[in-house]
């Protein structure tokens, strides 16, 4: 029967025991056996608000007091302290100031906003008596903002409810009556400290929370070690607990920057702590182990190296971690062949090693036994999760031989990993320029160097972006692809297609799609003008059989050969031959012209060095210049698209022509015909100015438009 009510009692968070051990003790609760509840009585004793009792016990099946539950809500808050100035305040009658909770529970009355309790309707607290469900689940939720008016009214069907859709009540089913459990009320207040109001976690007061999810690898004293980070942080209450480590969540800190607590990130079904636990799989489309870590679902969806797959796709030797919040189970096949450099603590039981120039990569709990039985100095094949932890160490044998690649960039190298990539500290060492860009497999053998050689392949096709596929191969869902070093979605590429000659790379993966894409960008460092000086190629050719001395001045050249004229010859220039090879003049022999050429970009300067590439003045061009500046290095002339009309533009980025569309930069240069110069404001200062329109592409991308009345 649903009951009307907004009087009740209700108060706030979990104690434990009147009775407690100091709060520097470390240990684990010896009653504790199961791994959630082990977890999340952890959290809290870190944050203190569980302690326990004199014997070391949390009494996980023991039922929970009112007064209990409110010394719990207020530490969880982060006012334990301010408890002590309302313990000889008498608000209940039977909440004399002898009590041991009675600063708890009259200040959970006397707190205003947000409003938690007010007693019983007899005007009484009953701090002995058992704290029902409906009265927990409502003074939690009050605690994180939510008023009468947000449950409908109805008590406690209405609170409950709100504490399913937020997922505070994950893990407990229980009805509003029914009395809780110590490690049920555990439960709920991780579910609030990881889920909170808005799905962002609560945070006590005092605290702040991190601003990035990160894995907690170990607590050894006052010490926590994270992910990614070399150095300890310091712990406010002592652990050696190895119940959080390798789960995923965010830490609280104080205001001296010492964490408070770890508060790992929960399904917001079970409630159950998202692991970074990780299986290494025995056998091809194997599934052996990983309902250890779903806890026997099987209905999740399987990514594999960042992109949506099956069951049917995973390797051997695939690990495979799993994320109870999405139920989502994530498959990665890198695995990296290292030089040993370093570890810490020790090469026993690490916790993290160095490889790859001093890179850091955390080890999981359950990686430490197979990389024990290897010694810095040695090598060795590492086997990464798809975030980048160490899941294992095996020989350098066939069957687990290291594959992994990387993308350079800037001279920097990342190594790909599941969807993540990690960038390698290459201590000491220089990447090849001629690398930028470019694929590359990642090994090394010493300390001093890594192994980086390009890989290609893979591709037959052109890239069709709006069919999203490759050739004849479908893309795969969230497909990587690098443009020049960059990473990119398929939506980011503004080309329609794609040219096979511009994919350096293709990875096709089990499920027979294209899961990896490195693209050569076509602009990279490239640049688009006019040409407005180019002396015509050709060359000097001896004329013999004359009878006299004689010299010629050829059109478009000054340039003669510095040479004495042979009896009965001369030189005469030979326009139109193409880029030869000068040669030595001589009788009967013949001298290549060299041409200078200028681009206009509409800079301040054009670009002008002596060129071997066959251009005319007027031409529109593409070129770039060599690393030196003194040269060009590629120069082409523009496809030209003439007589398009105003009618075919889409919008401002876009023409139809031919059947194609070609993508319009807002950057394009426009050019002048009329005036003999450039127009700023790119293709809205082109359509504006009207008269017939030409443009000059590559690779589907307008780069230069020209514009006359």
Not at 72 to 97: C, Q
Not at 204 to 219: F, H, I, Q, R, Y
Request: net charge neutral; aromatic share 8%.
């Amino acid at each position: 029967m649903k009951k009307r009510v907004f009087s009740l009692l209700l108060a706030l968070v979990l104690m434990l025991s009147a009775a407690a051990i100091p709060a520097s003790a470390a240990e684990s609760f010896s009653d504790v056996t199961d791994k959630k509840t082990a977890q999340n009585v952890e959290v809290l004793r870190l944050l203190g608000v569980i302690e326990g009792n004199g014997a070391g016990q949390f009494n996980p099946s023991g039922l929970l007091t009112r007064a209990e539950f409110c010394k719990m809500v207020v530490v969880l808050m982060g006012k334990g302290s301010d408890a002590m100035r309302y313990k000889t305040v008498t608000i209940f009658p039977d909440v004399r100031a002898t009590h041991w909770a009675a600063g708890y529970i009259n200040l959970a009355v006397r707190q205003s906003e947000p409003k938690l309790l007010a007693g019983l309707p007899d005007g009484t607290f009953q701090p002995d008596s058992y704290i029902t469900y409906g009265q927990a689940v409502t003074i939690l939720m009050r605690v994180l903002g939510f008023a009468d008016k947000d449950s409908g009214g109805i008590w406690p069907d209405g609170y409950i409810n709100l504490a399913k859709s937020t997922g505070v009540s994950a893990g407990v089913n229980l009805t509003g009556s029914a009395n809780i459990t110590r490690a049920q009320a555990a439960q709920l207040f991780v579910n609030v400290l990881s889920t909170g109001k808005d799905g962002k976690g609560y945070t006590p007061a005092g605290c702040t929370k991190g601003d990035k999810e990160v894995t907690l690898v170990s607590m050894n004293g006052d010490k926590l070690r994270i992910s990614g980070e070399k150095d300890p942080k310091t712990l406010v209450r002592p652990s050696s607990s190895s119940a959080l480590n390798g789960l995923k969540g965010y830490l609280l800190t104080n205001s001296d920057g010492k964490v408070v607590t770890f508060v790992p990130k929960t399904s917001s079904t079970t409630g159950a702590a998202v692991s970074n636990a990780a299986v290494i799989l025995p056998a091809d489309k194997s599934t052996s182990g990983i309902s250890a870590l779903t806890d026997g679902r099987t209905d999740y969806t399987v990514y594999r190296n960042g992109v949506l797959s099956s069951v049917s796709a995973l390797r051997k030797n695939d690990v495979v971690t799993y994320d109870a919040v999405s139920n989502t189970v994530y498959a990665c096949d890198t695995r990296v062949t290292v030089y040993y450099e370093s570890c810490d603590p020790s090469p026993s039981a690490p916790v993290s090693i160095k490889v790859l120039g001093g890179t850091l990569f955390d080890v999981l709990p359950t990686a430490q036994q197979s990389l024990s039985k290897f010694k810095p100095g040695k090598t060795m094949t590492i086997i990464l999760t798809s975030d980048g932890a160490v899941a294992g160490a095996v020989e350098n044998d066939y069957s687990a031989r290291g594959n992994a690649i990387g993308i350079v960039s800037g001279g920097k190298v990342q190594l790909l990993c599941g969807s993540t990539t990690i960038d390698l500290s290459l201590t000491g060492m220089t990447v090849d320029s001629k690398l930028d860009g470019k694929l590359v497999s990642i090994s090394s053998s010493s300390k001093t160097s890594v192994g980086l050689y390009a890989k290609t392949g893979g591709v037959s096709g052109d890239l069709n972006v709006r069919e999203g596929t490759l050739g004849s191969k479908k893309l795969a869902s969230g497909v990587m692809i690098f443009d020049d070093g960059v990473l990119k979605n398929l939506s980011d590429l503004t080309d329609v297609s794609v040219p096979q000659s511009r994919i350096t790379y293709a990875r096709t993966n089990a499920d027979g799609q294209i899961d990896l894409i490195v693209l050569e960008s076509a602009s990279a460092n490239e640049l688009y003008g006019r040409i407005t000086v180019s002396t015509k190629q050709g060359k000097w050719v001896w004329k013999d059989g004359y009878g006299e001395k004689a010299e010629r001045n050829a059109t478009n050249s000054t340039w003669k050969p510095d040479a004495e004229f042979e009896a009965g010859g001369y030189w005469e220039w030979k326009p139109g031959y193409g880029p030869d090879t000068p040669k030595n003049p001589g009788v009967n022999g013949d001298y290549s012209k060299t041409t200078t050429v200028s681009v206009d970009c509409n800079e301040s300067e054009p670009y002008s060095h002596e060129c071997y590439y066959s251009v005319r003045s007027g031409d529109f061009v593409a070129f770039k210049e060599n690393s030196g500046k003194t040269g060009f290095s590629q120069m082409l002339t523009l496809d030209k698209l003439g007589e398009v009309s105003a009618s075919a533009w889409i919008g401002t980025t876009a023409v139809n022509y031919g059947g194609r569309t070609y993508t319009v930069p807002s950057d394009v240069l426009c050019w002048n015909r009329d005036g003999g110069s450039w127009l700023d404001g790119g293709a809205e200062a082109a359509l504006a100015y009207g008269g017939t329109m030409n443009l000059y592409v590559k690779d589907g991308v307008v780069r230069v438009i020209e514009v006359r009345s």
